[in-house]
């Protein structure tokens, strides 16, 4: 795999820094390509400058596009361990059929991001609660209009040093729930991980903000009823001794934390259910005094405790607005197996070689 070196390297942030989400990024980056005969190709690691687009690619006038999100982590013993690659590198290859991309080698992608990890090892944040967010993503670059499948694409990996998504870290979230606007319909897009679902989200976001709320939660496009995500995160409700999170039905994203939690929780003794939850249950739950938690996960946040949903009107107090037990103990198990502070009974870390 060729490695093209830059002249200037970039300054890094400072130690102790105020890292965000996705604000630094490193030097370089992997990429290949793709051209309809030819396949994937000239996979490399380069820098990582701003790159030149014809303005009339696919991408920018018809959406196909697709990307992940991952992390690796800097272990207490110095090697590298990414987060469940495998199922990232499926869920891509799931999206990218969708989006009528062409599939990847996985085993190639995950090679190349090994040798971009290792390049870029002093880039890594030792903080608590710090990680290198790894961005995979596959844009349609072929300059011709018309509605149909690009014949190039371009594939790329970004990485970005990474601190907490929420600036106000495990705090709870002030939910609203969203009665006008859909995420995505079942038959849609909502299940693969497409440039256009997010876009669709920001207005609903945005109002949701201006209201002072965190973000939306999303109900189904059809009967604007039941929940299903919550912002960009999959959603979990503690209704008595019973854990719910919304059934995958097609237009929810098959989160990763989500399946994560899921197996924690299972294994725990924990009563769990994937089913249809409405939002007025939820109402209902939280009016009876049921409603012992709510959260979210994500890649990114990993867990988001809620505090507060609004909900037609009425602000519901979940859990007295702090943190729930089990949502903390999701926290600090899916976060310890992460940083390697815990062992790993599920081989989910993935060590760079």
Known sequence: MQFITREFLKEKPAKGAELG?????????????????????????????????????????YGQGVFEGM?????????????????????????AERLCIPRFSAETAEKGVEILLDAERSWFPTDPGTSMYIRPAIVA???????????????FVLLSPTGNYFKHGLAPLRLIVETTYARAAVGGTGEAKCIGNYA?????????????????????????????EAGSMNMFFVIGDEVVTPALNGS??????????LQILRDGGYRVSERRISAEEVAEAAESGK?????????????????????????????????????????????GIQSGRLPDPYGWRKYIK
Not at 30 to 41: A, P, V
Not at 82 to 87: N, V, W, Y
Request: aromatic share 12%; net charge positive.
């Open 21 to 61: 989400f996705g604000k630094y990024f490193t030097d370089y980056m992997f990429t290949m390509k793709y051209r309809e005969g030819r396949g994937w190709y000239d996979g490399k690691i380069e820098p990582n400058v701003p790159q030149r687009f014809d303005l009339a690619a696919n991408v920018l006038h």
């Open 71 to 95: 992390k690796a982590f800097l272990q207490p013993d110095g090697r590298i361990a990414i987060f469940r690659p495998d199922e990232n590198w499926a869920r891509m290859n799931r999206s």
């Open 141 to 155: 670059t072929k300059a011709a209009l018309g509605v149909h499948a690009s014949s190039e694409y371009l594939f």
């Open 200 to 228: 669709a989200s920001l207005l609903a976001g945005k109002r949701a903000e201006e209201q002072g709320f965190d973000q939306v939660i999303w109900l189904d496009s059809a009967e604007k009823k039941y929940v299903e």
């Open 252 to 261: 929810i994203l098959p989160g990763i934390t989500r399946k994560s939690c």
């Open 291 to 335: 409603l012992r938690e709510a959260f979210g996960t994500g890649t990114a946040a990993v867990i988001a405790p809620v505090g507060t949903i609004r909900y037609l009107g009425k602000d519901y107090t979940v859990g007295g607005g702090k943190i729930g037990e089990i949502a903390q103990t999701l926290f600090d198990t899916v976060t």
